[in-house]
């Protein structure tokens, strides 16, 4: 069973212009969740997504925004980046959106804004 | 608020010596708790996670974590580290709460082994 998939694996951004990152989860999972990785802040919740449509989202400016396909794919766009934004985003997905359900995570896209 | 402390950043063991991690956690109800192991530059790879029922539960690469609710602790333990474990460790702590579902992570530990 392929795990989840992001892409690309690296983004070379400047400052002000937008990147847009990639996730596939697991088949059957119907949950997708973005999380930043900043060097030393830890992981960083950004975006959940079920169903299509955006269930939760952590402490971020509107300008982190993303979206989820019908085939549970999931798009993460940041606009007008700026040099924080540098950061390991990993993707995760779950089968549903109980508590219950264990999450697993993507190899990750490295960001880095110049 | 829910959230998850590991205190110790960095800790450095022998290979073939134990380990022990700690995970302290904050929630007003029965938690989910998980432990993830992230290699450099990869995911998060999951080791075990605990729901209910036996408080001493076993993951994947010989590791073992043990569920103390009178001390808010999910620790992982291993009796003899391996080179290859050689990491970064993250406790999260899973909730539903008015309809939100959320992962609180805490900062990690990142692991070093000694030849």
């Known amino acids: ?10 983004l070379i951004k400047t400052r002000g212009q937008q990147a847009t990152l990639r996730c596939s989860p697991i088949s059957g999972h119907t949950s997708v969740y973005w999380y930043q990785q900043a060097l030393g802040l830890g992981l960083q919740f950004l975006l959940w997504y079920d169903e299509g449509e955006e269930r939760n989202r952590g402490n971020f400016p509107p300008r982190f925004s993303g979206r989820q396909f019908p085939n549970y794919s999931s798009e993460l766009n940041v606009n007008a980046l700026e040099l924080e934004d540098s950061a ?11 508590s219950t359900d264990t999450q697993y995570f993507g ?8 | 608020a829910q959230s ?4 110790d950043i960095h800790i450095t063991v022998s290979e073939g010596a134990s380990l022990e991690l700690r995970c302290n956690y904050s929630y007003g109800a029965t938690p989910y708790l998980f432990w993830y192991v992230q290699s450099p530059g990869q995911g998060l790879q999951l080791l075990l996670k605990y729901f209910s029922g036996d408080t001493l539960v076993q993951g994947i690469k010989g590791f073992e974590a043990e569920f103390k609710r009178s001390q808010s602790s999910f620790n992982l333990r291993k009796p003899s580290v391996h080179w290859s474990d050689a990491a970064e460790y993250f406790c999260a702590v899973g909730a539903a709460a008015s309809g939100t579902y959320k992962y609180i992570f805490g900062t990690g530990t990142r692991l070093k082994v000694l030849a």
């Open chain 1, 1 to 10: 069973e392929a795990g989840v998939t992001q892409s690309p694996t690296h």
């Open chain 2, 4 to 7: 998850v402390t590991q205190p």
């Open chain 1, 88 to 98: 390991l985003y990993l993707c995760a997905s779950s089968l549903g959106q109980a």
């Open chain 1, 107 to 114: 190899p990750g896209t490295r960001l880095t804004v110049l």
